[in-house]
């Protein structure tokens, strides 16, 4: 079996049930997205890191956050602040019509963009820039996800959410729940799905 079939089998233990979600792991290899010291550990289900005190997201949560997206009818647009790698945003790219990028890391935004362009994925549009405040310009997303925690969900992202569309944010300090917030007319509905452990979403000036 393949590292990629070995890896779907174990998602769908873990509640990943979602054929289209299976289907792109499996056509995302993990390693392509690392340095090549790492290509051997790409096969652990973990956090690795990517440099600049960053890492690429463990593979369960990045499909967790796109089965969540998808059971909430998300298809069209989707806006992820902290591309990091590019993992997430290329199996997302692979998803969903069209998908907008924050990174504050120049350097990583520059590989991560090599990568997509390379594996031909041309249907997502990166910034460089603080993703603290969505990314207002390219309009109202069905689904915005965020790949850093925060202590308290941004009211400034949920405006940019279209009625219906979903935002999925680990919020918390010491203790991290991967919320998923949907817009609904009037309100909002918040729903905890799962403990998870991220670096801080980082305010401010870039490096
Ligand atoms: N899904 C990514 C995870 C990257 S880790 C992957 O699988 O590779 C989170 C990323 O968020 C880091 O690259 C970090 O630099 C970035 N980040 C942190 N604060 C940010 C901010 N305010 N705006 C944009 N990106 C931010």
């Known amino acids: 079996m393949t590292y990629n079939a070995r890896?779907?089998?174990?998602?769908?233990r873990k509640q990943i049930v979602d054929h289209r979600v299976l289907h792109v792991v499996e056509q995302t290899p993990r390693y392509r997205f690392l340095d090549s010291a790492l290509v051997e550990k790409s096969f652990d289900q973990t956090a690795l890191p990517i440099g600049f005190g960053q890492t690429?997201?463990?593979?369960?949560?990045?499909?967790?956050?796109?089965?969540?997206?998808?059971?909430?009818?998300?298809?069209d647009s989707v806006l992820e602040i902290g591309t990091g790698s590019g993992y997430q945003t290329a199996m997302m790219a692979k998803l969903f019509t069209r998908v907008a990028?924050?990174?504050?890391?120049?350097?990583?935004?520059?590989?991560a963009r090599r990568r997509l362009k390379q594996q031909d994925i041309h249907n997502v549009q990166f910034k460089y820039g603080d993703g603290w405040q969505g990314w207002e310009a390219k309009g109202a997303y069905d689904g915005i996800v965020?790949?850093?925690?925060?202590?308290?969900?941004?009211?400034?992202?949920?405006?940019?959410?279209?009625?219906?569309?979903?935002?999925?944010?680990?919020?918390g300090e010491t203790h991290q729940e991967l919320a998923c917030v949907v817009r609904h007319k009037h309100r909002y509905e918040t729903k905890m799905l799962e403990t998870v452990r991220f670096a801080p979403l980082v305010r401010g000036d870039l490096d």
Not at 7 to 12: G, H, M, N, T
Not at 60 to 73: E, G, K, P
Not at 101 to 111: G, H
Request: net charge positive.
């Open 101 to 111: 990028t924050i990174e504050r890391i120049k350097a990583l935004q520059i590989s």
């Open 146 to 171: 965020v790949t850093a925690s925060v202590p308290e969900v941004p009211e400034i992202l949920l405006k940019q959410l279209k009625l219906g569309g979903c935002l999925l944010i680990p919020v």
């Open 7 to 12: 890896l779907v089998e174990l998602l769908k």
């Open 56 to 75: 690429i997201s463990q593979p369960y949560i990045s499909a967790l956050m796109m089965q969540t997206l998808l059971q909430h009818q998300v298809q």
